[in-house]
Nanobody, 122 residues
């Protein structure tokens, strides 16, 4: 019904930058919220940043001032600009969308991408 595909992950040095992108496709009526989550080795998946329609972005304290989330509603995409990367940012980053389907234009449903690996190392 809906697919989310992430791109932009890779290997960067500490202090470097990466830009992640996620494209949603399928029978989409609207997207209430899109966001990024990450899971580091041996840790639980955690929220990185979310952006709900009509609201201000929400960021984890650990990434405030370094990461910026943005959406392009016309293209059903969400991006995450990551600056001043630290080794602790190393994780698989997942895109999440709360999406209203064309077949049910009332409630949003959660959809997840398969993830993209970000490795911060010298």
């Amino acid at each position: 019904q809906v697919q989310l595909v992430e791109s932009g992950g890779g290997l960067v040095q500490p202090g470097g930058s990466l830009r992640l992108s996620c494209v949603a496709s399928g029978i989409i009526s609207s997207i209430n919220e899109m966001g990024w989550y990450r899971q580091a080795p041996g840790k639980e998946r955690e929220l990185v940043a979310t952006l709900r329609s009509g609201s201000r972005p929400n960021y984890a304290d650990s990434v405030k001032g370094r990461f910026t989330i943005s959406r392009d509603n016309a293209k059903n995409t969400v991006s995450l600009q990551m600056n001043s990367l630290k080794p602790e940012d190393t994780a698989v980053y997942y895109c999440k969308g709360e999406i209203v389907l064309l077949t049910a234009r009332t409630f949003g449903m959660p959809f997840w991408g398969k993830g993209t690996l970000v490795t911060v190392s010298s």
